[in-house]
Structure formats: structure tokens, C-alpha cells
């Protein structure tokens, strides 16, 4: 069996974006196949996930479970297929450190907008090709940050991640399911 494809989701202390960006991909991402993990770039140590981005992730049928928060760290970005942040500010942050990892990162909404035009034969590819054609993504490409706002913002913010990640989430498990047939 191949490796398993490695999505890591990045917010700035990974208690509210990247945690909920973590239980979506998790739960609709095909778990023979892929792994999901989240951190912070300034992310702290050892915290539950926000108490309102926990109300939303339940709003939308899932629990954050036994979830704790740590920073980013060298071994997550070089062990990632595919890291998904939350605004081009975390994919920027990333890049100063590991400017390797240039073609496999992308905002969350960047990406969910390339992975529906691009084509591709496997999520390798997928990744692959969304670099190659980065400049097609258009519009405000950020999930702001919803820490200390009031409740609609939250729900904003969950609605967002959630039809971005099922976006994503339907285009790569159809590659391996395609790739598999193949």
C-alpha cells in the first residue's frame, strides 16, 4: 500500500479555523487513504478548541473529541502533502521557514477553488497542478479569524470551511477512487 496522502490545516493558535478545518477533512476524507492533522503558527500548547468554534463544529454534525492545540513544527510542514492554511498571512509565515514547501501550500480557499479546475490523475497531481496554475484562484482568499467574535461570525466561518473541505475533500477522494480503478 502506498503512504498515506498528509493534509495539515494551519491557523494562527489552532484552536478555532485549522481545528475545524482538521474534523471536516477527517470526516469526509477517506481514511485508508489519508491522514489530517492541524497546528498553529503561533499556535499554543496543549488547548482545547475554542468553546464557540466547538458549538459550530457540533452545529454541523461533528464533535472536537479529545482535541488539543500545538504550533507548527518543522516534522508537520516536511511530513504534509498538502497544507492548508487559513489566510495567505499563515501561508506566508510557513514559507519563510520552509520555502520548500512553496507547491503544497495553500489557503483553504485557494485550493478548494484550484482543486475544482484543475485537472488531475491522483491527489499528488492535484497538488502538482494547483501550483502550477496558482494565479487562476480569484477573490478574497482568507477564512478570517472568528477568536473573541461575536456567535454569527463563528457560524460564518464554519459555513465556509465546511464548503470549502467538502469541496476538497469530494475532488481528492474521487482521485483515489479513480486511481484505483485505473
Known amino acids: 500500500m502506498a503512504?498515506?496522502?498528509?493534509?495539515?490545516?494551519?491557523?494562527?493558535?489552532?484552536?478555532?479555523?485549522?481545528?475545524?478545518?482538521e474534523a471536516v477533512l477527517r470526516d469526509q476524507l477517506d481514511d485508508e487513504y489519508f491522514e489530517v492533522a492541524s497546528a498553529g503558527?503561533?499556535?499554543?500548547v496543549d488547548k482545547p478548541m475554542d468553546a464557540m468554534a466547538a458549538?459550530?463544529?457540533?452545529?454541523?454534525?461533528?464533535?472536537?473529541?479529545?482535541?488539543?492545540?500545538?504550533?507548527?513544527?518543522?516534522?508537520f510542514v516536511d511530513s504534509a502533502s498538502l497544507i492548508l492554511t487559513a489566510t495567505t498571512g499563515h501561508r506566508s509565515e510557513i514559507l519563510?521557514?520552509?520555502?520548500?514547501?512553496?507547491?503544497?501550500?495553500?489557503?483553504?480557499v485557494e485550493f478548494a477553488q484550484l482543486a475544482e479546475a484543475v485537472e488531475a490523475d491522483d491527489p499528488v497531481s492535484l497538488v502538482a497542478e494547483a501550483a502550477r496554475l496558482r494565479s487562476r484562484a480569484r477573490g478574497n482568499l482568507d477564512v478570517i479569524d472568528p477568536y473573541r467574535c461575536k456567535p454569527a461570525v463563528y457560524r460564518t466561518v464554519a459555513d465556509q470551511?465546511?464548503?470549502?473541505?467538502?469541496?476538497?475533500?469530494?475532488?481528492?477522494?474521487?482521485?483515489?477512487?479513480?486511481?484505483?480503478?485505473?
Open 3 to 21: 503512504p498515506r496522502f498528509a493534509v495539515l490545516a494551519v491557523c494562527t493558535a489552532n484552536i478555532c479555523r485549522s481545528p475545524i478545518i
Open 41 to 44: 503558527v503561533r499556535g499554543w
Open 55 to 75: 458549538m459550530e463544529l457540533m452545529r454541523l454534525g461533528l464533535t472536537p473529541g479529545a482535541f488539543r492545540s500545538h504550533p507548527i513544527d518543522d516534522y
Open 96 to 108: 519563510g521557514t520552509a520555502p520548500e514547501a512553496l507547491r503544497r501550500t495553500f489557503t483553504l
Open 161 to 182: 470551511i465546511n464548503e470549502a473541505c467538502l469541496t476538497i475533500a469530494g475532488r481528492l477522494n474521487a482521485l483515489v477512487v479513480s486511481a484505483d480503478r485505473g
